[in-house]
Nanobody, 129 residues
Framework: QVQLVESGGGLVQAGGSLSLSCVAS??????????MSWFRQTPGKEREFVAA????????QYADSVKGRFAISRSITDNTLYLQMNNVKPEDTAVYYC????????????????????WGQGTQVTVSS
């Protein structure tokens, strides 16, 4: 069973930066997947796509709301997914989740929470104005 563990959340002022990490493991065998993503969620709202990256090829895609401010990356050797958040805004406040998708998926479906097979526990990001 794939396990995902996020870290790096916290409180940051608007305009500042924050970096999130997500370590992936699959006990008993090497970790592998088609793509990994970051989603975020605020109370009463559905989980929202933030960014995705294909695990081997490194192809990325972003939600319009974070394009130019956030950067997703990964380290295959360390089985770690990253999200660099720059110029953060109060509306970025949410619980951030990393997710793994084991099946090849086109770019549109990669933005859907429902196609992801494994999820982390989430890390809170709070941006103060």
């Amino acid at each position: 069973q794939v396990q995902l563990v996020e870290s790096g959340g916290g409180l940051v002022q608007a305009g500042g930066s924050l970096s999130l990490s997500c370590v992936a493991s699959d006990p008993g065998r090497p970790f592998g997947c088609y793509s990994m993503s970051w989603f975020r969620q605020t109370p009463g709202k559905e989980r929202e796509f933030v960014a995705a990256i294909t695990w081997i090829g490194g192809s990325t895609q972003y939600a319009d709301s974070v394009k130019g401010r956030f950067a997703i990356s990964r380290s295959i050797t360390d089985n770690t997914l990253y999200l660099q958040m720059n110029n953060v805004k109060p509306e970025d406040t949410a619980v951030y989740y990393c997710a793994a998708n084991v099946k090849p998926t086109d770019r549109y479906y990669s933005t859907l929470a429902s196609v992801h097979d494994y999820w982390g526990q989430g890390t809170q990001v709070t941006v103060s104005s």
